[in-house]
């Protein structure tokens, strides 16, 4: 049973930054595939970042590429997403979650296993 607990978050001003982490219990970061999703108030879950398990490949969406990275800690078991250039329509509450699949990664059904959830707000 894979337990994710995140931190991080809060409130920035558009153009700030701020650093989300997940910690991973149960299973090794390392050989368990990441995701981050978020969800806007009124909107879907939507996917934001992957990282895979066992090789350095990542992947982003569109509306974040160049602005967030994902990254993971072996060693603490933790995995970050690190954001910068933060806009308004960045606000949602933010998810990690964790799979044992390689596929269809952007769905969240591919996940088994979610984060409690943690909110971002960016004001203009």
């Known amino acids: 049973q894979v337990h994710l607990v995140q931190s991080g978050g809060g409130s920035v001003q558009a153009g700030g930054s701020l650093r989300l982490s997940c910690a991973v219990s149960g299973r090794a970061v390392g050989s368990t595939t990441m995701g981050w999703f978020r969800q806007a108030p009124g909107k879907e879950r939507e996917f934001v970042s992957v990282i895979w398990r066992n090789v350095d490949i990542t992947s982003y969406a569109g509306s974040v590429k160049g602005r967030f990275t994902i990254s993971r800690d072996n060693a603490k078991n933790t995995v970050t997403l690190q954001m910068n250039s933060l806009k308004p329509e960045d606000t949602a509450v933010y998810y990690c979650?964790?799979?044992?699949?390689?596929?269809?990664?952007?769905?969240?059904?591919?996940?088994?296993?979610w984060g409690q959830g943690t909110q971002v707000t960016v004001s203009s």
């Open positions: 979650a964790a799979s044992q699949l390689t596929t269809d990664l952007s769905l969240p059904q591919t996940y088994e296993s």
